[in-house]
């Protein structure tokens, strides 16, 4: 976030230009309603709104990095120009000030209740979509959520990622293509889930198996795939703090469906890391960190059981996208 180089210098006439531009047009926006309708009260707000905004602006220092002074000004001045729209009271400023101190205690290295606050408002979503857009018919990219692990183990094609065998059998057969349909022959494919519980394998490891429902395998020559597993179930995000309390006030769920986690890896290809969501979960429509994107739900189809156990398959495409040459050049690839 701290702008480096150019604008280092840049920061102090034109960040508060560029600045000033992002803040007040969007208080400008904001207050024009209240302006035209003559009311006294709105208007002393507003200029008391605008009064707070320039105040701020004046006080950046000259050399302020570019893009740190269009963030923080852009920042202060739209949350002058909620303040002025909402109003709150001095115990309402309190509730709001205990609220971000309470999210603050509950973060810590086991818990991050401040990503939990970003994911359930959408902001963790929007920035992985801005920062990683896919073109059409390459596979959306997701959050890669806090239960992933670098470290699992390789497996042969057709292992089974369930150490413990517990849960409805499920064979997953995937095929890994370039954005023209080539074949990615030796990609390089991680999986993770939750198990028939909705939990994963990190979150109680006195329950379940290391590396349970977890694996890394290179797809053959024609680029596929396959293996073994249970079929997962969907959870709900933790409740039991400040965050969870805020969205059952607001009557939003924290249920994610079911879904597998794939990381795939290619040379010349960016890396892709997803989900696949179980079409058929009732919380399909209203995944709590909006991960759910056309492409990403696919049909657990039903097979033939096995000594009175359902079985299910999964049958799925993971598209890549070439590396850009600014980002080849960074890795070191031609």
Known sequence: MHGQGESQGQGG?????????????RADAGLEAPRHAEDAADAAAADAGAFATEAFLARLAPDTPLRLAETATAGVGMLHALVTQLRPSSEEFRIAIDFLTEVGHYADARRQEWVLFADVIGVSSLIERLNHPRPDGATPNTLAGPFYRPDVPELPLGASISRDGRGEPLVVSG????????????ARVEVWQANAEGLYE??????QPEYNLRGRFVA???????????????????????????????????????????RVTSPGHETLTTHIFDGSDPAISRDAIFGVREGLVAEFRPAASERGRRRYTLDLNLVLCPQSPQRMKETGRR
């Open 13 to 25: 006439a034109e960040g508060r230009e560029r600045a000033r531009g992002h803040a007040n047009g």
């Open 175 to 186: 095929r890994v293509a370039s954005l023209g349909g080539a074949p990615l022959a030796g």
């Open 202 to 207: 990190n979150q109680e490891p006195d329950r």
């Open 220 to 262: 053959d020559g024609e680029g596929r795939f396959h293996f073994a597993t249970v079929r997962p179930k969907g959870y709900s995000l933790p409740a039991d703090g400040p965050v969870g309390r805020l969205m059952a006030a607001l009557g939003i769920g924290l249920e994610r469906p079911a879904h597998i986690h794939f």
